[in-house]
């Protein structure tokens, strides 16, 4: 059953621990993508991958670092220095389909920082 | 970053009632996507545009990909209960040498049994 997986559903954090929210995925996608989302933002991109052991900064990479060691897998590391790391995280991946890219997604994991 | 304009933000419907919302842009686009999230979970691919005035459907769902390139519009009829949820357009242009997608903020729709 191919897809993406995002894990833990949930996580709870104090303020001042870093925290890696994890992204597999099995469809053999090339690039894989992290986006926060709050309510009413839409969708704001923190990292990018386009092939193994290479990754770009998106709109918001402050405060976080990824890694891209396989390319089934795209880690997210959320580090003390975010200011406001409470958010829904969601990892995507897109595959080229020989006209464009569609991109698509994980179920998400709600970071809960106090 | 850049985002699009999506319109309205938010509607309430009767059930059964057709449905249109639509994205902007001040950029050209090459491809156009449609999303849906139910409250809780990830995005939903719902519709990818790839031509200039190309319409397509999917079930209940039409979305056309603008002649302009810096628009697109999704329509649902007679909506039902389980449409509700947010829409989010996506506009993509690998073309430029990126793999990015720029995000409308998205359209809450709420349908009233």
């Known amino acids: 059953d191919g897809g993406i997986t995002q894990s833990p559903k949930y996580l709870f954090r104090k303020e001042g621990q870093n925290v890696t929210l994890s992204c597999e995925q099995n469809?053999?996608?090339?690039?894989m993508y992290w986006y926060r989302q709050d309510p009413g933002q839409g969708l704001r991109l923190i990292y990018y991958?386009?092939?193994?052991?290479?990754?770009q900064k998106g709109d918001i990479a402050e405060g976080y670092s990824v890694s891209r060691e396989k390319k089934e897998s795209f880690p997210l590391t959320v580090t003390s220095a975010q200011k406001n790391p409470t958010a829904f995280y969601l990892c995507?991946?897109?595959?080229?389909?020989?006209?464009?890219?569609?991109?698509?997604f994980g179920p998400g994991t709600r970071l809960t920082v106090t | 970053g850049q985002q699009l304009n999506q319109s309205p933000q938010s509607m309430f419907i009767q059930e059964g009632e057709d449905v249109s919302m639509n994205c902007t842009s001040s950029?050209?686009?090459?491809?156009w996507l449609w999303y849906k999230q139910d409250p809780g979970e990830g995005p939903v691919l719902l519709i990818a545009l790839y031509k200039a005035g190309e319409l397509t459907s999917n079930g209940r769902l039409t979305a056309q990909f603008g002649i302009t390139r810096k628009d697109s519009f999704l329509n649902i009829s007679a909506s039902i209960p389980s449409d509700v949820g947010i829409y989010f357009c996506a506009g993509g242009d690998s073309g430029a040498g990126s793999y990015q997608l720029t995000f409308g903020k998205g359209t809450k729709l709420s349908v009233i049994p």
């Open positions: 469809l053999n996608h090339d690039a």
């Open positions: 995507a991946s897109s595959i080229w389909t020989g006209v464009e890219y569609e991109q698509y």
């Open positions: 950029s050209i686009f090459n491809t």
């Open positions: 991958s386009q092939i193994v052991n290479d990754f």
